[in-house]
């Protein structure tokens, strides 16, 4: 670490390539978040919470003894222990105590976190307690938690697509942090070289919910790290070293995983709050997209497109690594977001679908009656349609601008549950159309692309989610 500019004594400090990359694990510079920058402006995330979601994660280890706000936590009663450590390292790499000699640091060494525990190896989204236990943790203590990181879950292309969950995480962007939004931040999940996608996992989906994808330290996206349409940014995944119970002061080394690269965004947004605690969640997500850059070696392996509005976007890369300096200075000259909307129409049509062929198009038609200022923070579609092998269809949507946005891909059958033979209310949600204007016509796309299973498209919703910019009176 540069110890030039940092005196703390954490014998770990140096090797968390993640916090300031100089190349001393082989990466590339300045692949990291920046955090020593936020460090020297004297932000450090003080007086925020960030519950972490996990089997549990309360842990004697120094880094994180110090941390936890128990009466800010929740326990389950069955679980004594938890018997991965994968919260404590997320919690560790958001708010590990520094200066300790001992072990690491974490990106915000002055944030609190919360333990928020739920049984995830067991989960079933066909037993109703545990839904309810989920729903519970989203919005535990909603005032009080500032930011909530979420777990990897096993079985996730059931997990999202469940009632309830979007009502909770409605309500924590309403009431949570005292009606600013609790900003809620979810792996995208770590199971690519499965073909799986987070196009299926509707809580990285949801419009509410920051979905991270992980880079390594060369910048490029960890091989495991999922893409689809709702991924925002990316962070640093791979390769990590942080605090865990491996031992009483000991450092976990060499860990990976998109939920490890969730934490360390939360524990950039506490630092961004300590700065502009007035953000709505929406400007805090407006800020990291808009301070987000692709990567040099994101530039050779990514699928980058301009959109309508000049944002360079990617499925696996969001709109790229963010970084707190510049994530700082725009936060000094951000004029706060206004009035946030939700626009929604429903159409409705029972027609089969075409087997094996071209695709079904749907046009919303000319949206006239919507203002003309309208410009897109985030698209959902909802779906409705019976099909007995829904891992055959492919669902893009093409904004008026033109930006295509590929919504469910075509994908193997054992990466879709067997149970599912419909997508029945299913939500899909779209980040690459920031910017753009709502008005025109919205196009969907959805083609069954293997012969003999065929399905009925029952109809869709669109929604767009959008909030009045002020134009800056020096611009005037
Ligand atoms: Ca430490
Ligand atoms: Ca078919």
Redesign the pocket.
């Known amino acids: 670490m540069n110890s030039c500019k940092v005196h703390w004594n ?1 014998p770990a400090l140096f090797f968390q390539w993640h916090l300031e990359n100089m190349g001393q694990t082989e990466g590339v510079k300045n692949i990291d978040v920046g955090a020593v920058e936020m460090w020297l402006r004297g932000i450090f995330g003080t007086g925020y919470v960030i519950g972490v979601i996990d089997e549990g994660t309360v842990s004697q280890h120094p ?1 994180l003894a110090t941390q936890l706000v128990e009466e800010q936590s929740f326990q389950t009663e069955n679980i004594i222990r938890p018997l991965t450590a994968r919260g404590l390292f997320r919690a560790s790499l958001a708010v ?3 200066n ?1 000699d ?4 974490g990106v915000a060494p002055k944030s609190m976190y919360s333990s928020l525990s739920v049984p995830l190896r067991s989960f079933s989204s066909s037993n109703p307690s545990h839904i309810a236990a989920v729903q519970r943790i989203l919005t535990y203590d909603v005032t009080l938690n500032d930011v909530i990181i979420g777990p990897l879950l096993p079985q996730h292309d059931i997990f999202g697509h469940v009632d309830g969950f979007d009502a909770a995480l409605r309500h924590g962007v309403t009431d949570g942090r005292r009606g600013k939004g609790t900003l809620y931040v979810w792996p995208s999940g770590d199971q690519a070289q499965m073909g799986r996608t987070c196009a299926t996992n509707g809580i990285a989906n949801s419009p509410y919910t920051i979905t991270v994808g992980a880079l390594d330290q060369h910048g490029k996206i960890a091989p495991f790290s999922e893409g689809c349409s709702s991924v925002l940014v990316v962070a640093p995944g791979s390769h990590l070293r942080t605090a865990s119970d491996v031992g009483w002061d000991q450092c976990a080394t060499d860990l990976s995983g998109t939920d490890l690269a969730a934490a360390i965004v939360a524990g950039m947004i506490t630092g961004l709050l300590e700065y502009r605690s007035d953000l709505m969640w929406y400007d805090v997500i407006a800020i990291l997209i808009e301070s987000a850059t692709p990567t040099p070696a994101s530039e050779r392996d990514g699928d980058w497109t301009n959109n309508g509005a000049g944002w360079r976007v990617s499925e696996k890369y969001g709109f790229g690594l963010p970084r707190m300096g510049t994530v700082l200075d725009m936060a000094q000259q951000w004029i706060r977001l206004k009035n946030f909307h939700v626009w929604s129409r429903s159409f409705d049509l029972e027609k089969s679908i075409p087997d094996a062929g071209e695709g079904m198009l749907m046009d919303s038609r000319k949206l006239d009656f919507l203002p003309w200022s309208c410009q897109v923070m985030f698209t959902e579609i909802e779906i409705d349609l019976i099909h007995p092998c829904p891992a055959e269809l492919e669902i893009s949507l093409f904004s008026p601008s033109g930006t295509k946005s590929t919504l469910l891909p075509a994908r193997t059958t054992t990466s879709f549950q067997a149970d599912h033979n419909s997508l029945r209310g299913w939500n899909f949600t779209t980040v690459r159309n920031y910017g753009e204007t709502c008005f025109g016509s919205w196009i969907l796309r959805i083609s069954d692309t293997v012969a003999s299973q065929k399905g009925v498209f029952l109809g869709w919703t669109l929604r767009l989610y959008w909030a009045e910019r002020k134009i800056a009176e020096s611009e005037v």
Do not use: E, F, P
């Open positions: 954490d880094d590990g105590a520094a300790n001992v072990c690491g640091v």
